[in-house]
């Protein structure tokens, strides 16, 4: 079966220093990854993909992921968080034939003061 | 560019009645939605795709009858809860994608069943 794991249901940073939100997969055939974010009562939204190409992907607020094929990973990373990157993170991959997505059981990101 | 709407953004209603959700993409046309439902402190879990004009696929485990989906356009889907109980409560997240790998999230709609 296809699956997206998230280790790590809460992930605490330091305003300044860099985060990383940890993301590993299960695809069969070419994954196509993804990262969102999501604020309390509010949908989803994108951070960045990985179709092909370079492993390093960047995206929207400074955030940037690398994806690994050899560990299966796709780990989502930040040089120095805020504390407005306080959310809910969600990784996932297209399954399905291509057209479903399938979500990680996200990581709660906290940075304090 | 793609935004995503849902209305309402949270519904109260009792048990036994219906509530009606509304998907709608605002500047694109989408020929594919789909339907999460998310519970507290979960993940998204995807409960049926629909694409315009066409049956609404559900996935394992999604009563059909329970939760109706209707893509009458390229710009709106919408969720039916017939008969809503309580364990219905939940938050419900559409998407809708114009083409492959790209998905846009609404905001999510809160329903509450009492």
């Known amino acids: 079966a296809q699956s997206v794991a998230q280790p790590e249901d809460q992930v605490n940073v330091a305003e300044g220093n860099p985060l990383t939100v940890k993301c590993t997969y299960s695809?069969?055939?070419?994954?196509?990854l993804f990262w969102y974010v999501q604020y309390p009562n509010r949908g989803l939204q994108f951070l960045l993909k990985y179709i092909t190409g370079d492993n390093l992907v960047k995206g929207s607020y400074g955030f940037e992921a690398e994806f690994n094929k050899s560990q299966t990973s796709f780990h989502l990373k930040k040089p120095s968080a805020l504390v407005s990157d306080s959310a809910l993170y969600f990784c996932?991959?297209?399954?399905?034939?291509?057209?479903?997505?399938?979500f990680g059981t996200g990581t709660q990101l906290k940075v304090e003061l | 560019g793609a935004v995503v709407s849902q209305h309402p953004s949270w519904v109260i209603c009792k048990s036994g009645t219906s509530v009606k959700i509304e998907c709608r993409s605002l500047d694109f046309q989408a020929t594919t939605m789909f339907w999460y439902r998310q519970f507290p402190k979960q993940s998204l879990m995807l409960m049926a795709t629909s694409n315009e004009g066409s049956k609404a696929t559900y996935e394992q485990g999604v009563e059909k009858d329970k939760f109706l989906i209707n893509h009458a356009s390229l710009t709106l889907s919408t969720l039916t809860v017939t008969s809503a109980h309580p364990e219905d409560s939940s938050f419900y997240i559409c998407s809708a994608s114009s083409r492959a790998y790209e998905q846009y999230f609404g905001p999510g709609t809160r329903l509450t069943v009492t």
């Open positions: 695809v069969s055939g070419n994954p196509y």
């Open positions: 996932a991959a297209l399954t399905g034939g291509g057209n479903k997505l399938t």
